[in-house]
C-alpha cells in the first residue's frame, strides 16, 4: 500500500486534529453549561447560527495554538519525491515521521496539511493583532472627532475618505515594495500607528483616575513603560532587551493591514459617537462636570460596544482576506511563509492539475472567515434582542 | 442642490489631486527610480550611470515640480540625448522628436503621459483596457444586481423562514468567500479536465470537450463565449451578491413590518399583491445604495479576477504597472479608480435624495 483512500485520508485528519477537538468540546461543555452567567458570550449559545460559528473560529484558533502537536512534518521540509504528491502518498522508504502526506505535496515537495497548520498559527496571530491596532487608532480618532465635530472632524473624515478611496491593491503594491522599505516609509507609519495604543490606554487611566492619584500613577506609569517598551522594539526594532521585534517584512505587512482598516473603523466609531453623544446620561456627565475623555472613554465607549463588537469580529475576517490578497500578490510576509494566501498564490499556477496545494488553505480560510461572519451575525441578533 | 454638487465636486478634485500626488510621490521614490533605470536601460549599470540616465530622461528634477508637469501647470522638461543630440522631453514625440512640441503637456491639457511598461501611451492603453473591464463588469452587473435582489425580497418577506434561514447563511457565505478562493474552487471544480464535475460529466456522456468551461479568460478579450466568461463574471458577482442580499433582506424586513403592510394583510389582500405592490418599491431604496457603493469593491475583486484568470483588463494592467513601477501608468490607473469611487458615492447620494422624498438636503 502506498497510498491512503480518502476516507482513511479523512479518519487520519480528524485524528490528527484531536487535541483541537477536545479542547472544543471543554470549551462548548462549560460554556453551555454556565451561559447564563456569561453575558453576551453566553447568549452566543442561544443562536444555533452563532454557534457554528463559534465552532468554527475556535477550531482554527485551537488548531493555532495546537499547531506544534497537530502538524506531521516540517512545514518547510522537502521530501524530492513528493513533489506535488497524491493526498495520502506515503513517504518514500527510509525517512522517519510520520508516514503520509496526507493532503498531498506542493510544487516544492513539502507537505500541504502540515503548511495548512502552521498558516492558521500566523494568519490567527497577524489578523487579530492587526484588527486590534487599527481598532486603538480607529477609537482614539473617531471619539473626538464624533464628540467635538468641526474642523477637526472635517480634517480626519477628509484623510479617512482619502485611503478609502485608493483601491486596496494598489495602496498594497505601492506600500509593501521592497524599495519603500529601504526608505523607511512602513517604519514611519508604523511609528505613527503603534503609538495609537499607548496613548489610548494613558488616556482611558487617567481620565478615569486621576483623583485618585496612586492609582493613576500605577496604571498610567505601568502602561507608559510597557507599551513604550514594547514599541520601541516592534516599531523601530530597539527593544534593548531584545524581547519586542518584529521582522521587518511583517511589519510591512502589518502595518499595510492596520492602515487600510483604521479609517472605516474611524468612521463607525465617530457615526455611533455622533449618534450617542446627545443621549441624556452624556448630558449629566457634561452637568457633573466631567472631563471631555472621561466622556468619551468611560460613557460613550462602553454604550457603543455591541456594534463593535460585531463589526470586530467581522473585520477579523476582513483582515484575513486582505492577508490572502497580499499573499495572493506576492507581496506577502515571505515567499516561504506558509501563511493562506502565499499558498494561494504559489499553487495556482499548476491548478487544474495539481488542485491540492491551493484548494486545501483556500478551503481553510473560507472557513475561518465564514465563522467570523456567522459568529457576529449570531452576535448581532443576541445583541438586538434586548 | 447646486451648492451640495459643488461642494461634492470640489472634494472630488481635492482628493483626486491628494491621491495622485502620493502615488506620484511613492512611486518616485528613489530606490522606485533606480529600479526603473535600471529595467528601462540596463541591468547593469553603475550608480553614476544611473544618476545620469535619470537627469537624461528628465527624472532628475525635484518631485514637486515633476508633479505640476504632470498635472500641466508647470512647463515640460527639455533636454537634449547625449549621444545623438536629438531633443529629449516630456512634450516630445519620442518617435518623432524634431517636430515643434508643446509646453505644458500634463493630465490638463489631455496627455496622461507615456507608459514604461507597456511602451505605449496611458491614455490609449487605459482605454482598450478598460473597455475589456467594462464588458467584465457589464456581465457582473447583470448577473448580480437581479440574484442579489430576488434573495434579499425572498429572504426578507418572511423573516425566520426556513427558507429566510437557508438563503442568509448562503449570503453569509458568499460574503466570506474572496475572490481568489472562490474563483480557485470554481476553476477546480468546474474547468479542471481531471478534478471535479467535468471528468464525472464526460463518464456519463455528457460531455465532449475537455473541461466544462475554461479556466482561462485570455481569449474572452477576442471573443466571449460562455465558456471563457463564466467563471470570471461567477467570481467576482459572487462577492458581492450576499452583501447586497444581506442588505436588501435588513430593508425589507424593516418595510415588511410597517404599519401600512399589515394594514394592507389586514384589509384582506394578497400576500403576493402585498409584496410586490406596497413592499417593494420602499424596500429597494436602500439597495440601490449599497449597490452603487459595491462598485468599488467589484473593482478590487476585478484586481484579482482578472490576474487569476489571465484577462487583461483594468485590473491586469494595474497590476503589471504596479509591478513594472510605471509610474504614469499607476497614476492614471489610480485617477481612474478615484473617479470610480468617487462618482459612484456621488450618483449614490443623488439617487438616494431623489427615491426617498423623506430626505432634502437644506
Known amino acids: ?82 513533489k506535488d504528491a497524491l493526498p495520502g502518498t506515503k513517504m518514500p522508504a527510509g525517512t522517519k515521521g510520520y508516514p503520509y502526506y496526507l493532503l498531498g505535496g506542493d510544487h516544492l515537495a513539502r507537505d500541504v496539511f502540515s ?187 462602553p454604550n457603543a460596544r455591541g456594534p463593535l463588537i460585531v463589526d470586530f469580529c467581522l473585520r477579523i475576517g476582513y483582515t484575513t482576506i486582505l492577508l490572502g490578497t497580499l499573499g495572493f500578490f506576492g507581496l506577502g510576509v515571505s515567499p516561504e511563509s506558509p501563511d493562506w494566501g502565499s499558498t494561494i498564490n504559489a499553487g495556482r499556477k499548476l491548478l487544474s492539475i495539481y488542485p491540492w496545494p491551493a484548494v486545501v488553505p483556500a478551503v481553510a480560510l473560507l472557513s475561518l472567515v465564514l465563522g467570523l461572519n456567522l459568529l457576529a451575525d449570531g452576535l448581532r441578533e443576541e445583541s438586538l434582542r434586548d | 442642490m447646486l451648492r451640495f454638487l459643488l461642494r461634492r465636486f470640489g472634494t472630488m478634485i481635492l482628493t483626486g489631486l491628494c491621491l495622485s500626488f502620493v502615488v506620484f510621490y511613492l512611486t518616485n521614490l528613489k530606490p522606485n527610480l533606480e529600479r526603473l533605470a535600471k529595467t528601462q536601460a540596463s541591468a547593469r549599470m553603475t550608480q553614476s550611470q544611473v544618476h545620469d540616465w535619470l537627469v537624461e530622461h528628465g527624472y532628475g528634477e525635484p518631485v514637486l515640480k515633476r508633479y505640476g508637469e504632470w498635472l500641466g501647470v508647470v512647463p515640460g522638461w527639455t533636454g537634449k540625448n547625449t549621444e545623438t543630440g536629438a531633443p529629449m522631453g516630456r512634450c516630445v514625440d519620442p518617435n518623432n522628436p524634431t517636430t515643434k512640441a508643446a509646453t505644458y503637456c500634463g493630465i490638463l491639457q489631455g496627455t496622461w503621459g507615456y507608459s514604461t511598461v507597456f511602451r505605449s501611451s496611458v491614455s490609449s492603453i487605459l482605454s482598450t483596457r478598460l473597455q475589456a473591464t467594462g464588458i467584465l463588469m457589464l456581465w457582473v452587473l447583470i448577473l448580480m444586481i437581479p440574484v442579489s435582489l430576488v434573495v434579499g425580497i425572498v429572504s426578507g418577506m418572511r423573516e425566520g423562514s426556513r427558507l429566510d434561514r437557508g438563503l442568509s447563511v448562503a449570503s453569509i457565505a458568499t460574503t466570506a468567500t474572496p475572490e481568489y478562493v472562490s474563483g480557485v474552487v470554481l476553476i477546480v471544480l468546474l474547468s479542471s479536465p481531471m478534478m471535479g464535475l467535468s471528468p464525472v460529466l464526460r463518464h456519463w456522456g455528457l460531455l465532449h470537450g475537455t473541461a466544462l468551461f475554461k479556466g482561462s479568460a485570455a481569449s474572452a478579450l477576442d471573443h466571449v463565449t460562455f465558456a471563457n466568461f463564466t467563471l470570471p463574471v461567477v467570481t467576482v458577482a459572487l462577492y458581492g451578491t450576499g452583501y447586497i442580499a444581506r442588505m436588501t433582506r435588513a430593508s425589507m424586513t424593516e418595510v415588511m413590518t410597517a404599519q401600512y403592510i ?58 503589471q504597472a504596479a509591478e513594472g513601477n510605471d509610474i504614469e501608468l499607476l497614476l492614471g490607473c489610480s485617477i481612474v479608480a478615484v473617479v470610480v469611487v468617487l462618482l459612484t458615492q456621488l450618483i449614490s447620494d443623488i439617487g438616494y435624495i431623489y427615491l426617498n422624498p423623506r430626505i432634502r438636503i437644506s
Do not use: C
Request: aromatic share 16%; charged share 10%.
Open chain 1, 115 to 301: 503548511r495548512m497548520v502552521a498558516g492558521a498559527r500566523e494568519v490567527l496571530i497577524i489578523a487579530p493583532a492587526a484588527t486590534v491596532f487599527a481598532y486603538m487608532v480607529g477609537i482614539t480618532l473617531g471619539l473626538p472627532a464624533g464628540y467635538y465635530a468641526g474642523r477637526f472632524d472635517t480634517v480626519l473624515s477628509f484623510v479617512a475618505n482619502l485611503v478609502l478611496a485608493f483601491p486596496v491593491i494598489l495602496l498594497f503594491y505601492l506600500l509593501v515594495t521592497p524599495a519603500i522599505r529601504q526608505v523607511g516609509i512602513p517604519v514611519g507609519l508604523a511609528a505613527v500607528l503603534f503609538l495609537f495604543p499607548v496613548i489610548f490606554l494613558t488616556i482611558l487611566w487617567n481620565s478615569r483616575y486621576f483623583t485618585v492619584p496612586w492609582k493613576r500613577n500605577l496604571y498610567v506609569g505601568l502602561t507608559l513603560v510597557i507599551g513604550l517598551w514594547a514599541y520601541s522594539g516592534l516599531a523601530f526594532n530597539a527593544d534593548p532587551l531584545g524581547v519586542f521585534a518584529m521582522d521587518s517584512n511583517l511589519l510591512n505587512v502589518f502595518v499595510s493591514v492596520v492602515f487600510v482598516n483604521a479609517p472605516t473603523v474611524f468612521r463607525i466609531v465617530r457615526g455611533l459617537t455622533f449618534d450617542i453623544k446627545s443621549r441624556d446620561y452624556v448630558a449629566a456627565a457634561q452637568t457633573r462636570g466631567e472631563g471631555p475623555w472621561y466622556i468619551m472613554l468611560w460613557e460613550i465607549l
Open chain 2, 262 to 319: 399589515r394594514t394592507a394583510r389586514l384589509k384582506g389582500v394578497r400576500f403576493r399583491t402585498v409584496v410586490l405592490k406596497h413592499a417593494l418599491r420602499n424596500a429597494l431604496i436602500a439597495p440601490f445604495t449599497v449597490i452603487m457603493l459595491q462598485i468599488p469593491w467589484l473593482l478590487n475583486g476585478v484586481v484579482i479576477t482578472e490576474t487569476l484568470f489571465n484577462y487583461k483588463g483594468f485590473g491586469w494592467t494595474l497590476v
Open chain 1, 1 to 82: 500500500m502506498t497510498h491512503l483512500s480518502a476516507s482513511a485520508v479523512l479518519g487520519e485528519l480528524l485524528y490528527r486534529f484531536l487535541p483541537v477537538w477536545i479542547a472544543l468540546f471543554l470549551t462548548f461543555a462549560l460554556s453551555i453549561a454556565y451561559k447564563r452567567r456569561l453575558g453576551l458570550y453566553g447568549r452566543i449559545f442561544d443562536s444555533p447560527i452563532g454557534m457554528v460559528g463559534f465552532f468554527l473560529v475556535m477550531f482554527w484558533a485551537y488548531a493555532a495554538i495546537f499547531a506544534g502537536m497537530i502538524m506531521t512534518h516540517d512545514p518547510l521540509e522537502q521530501v524530492y519525491r513528493l
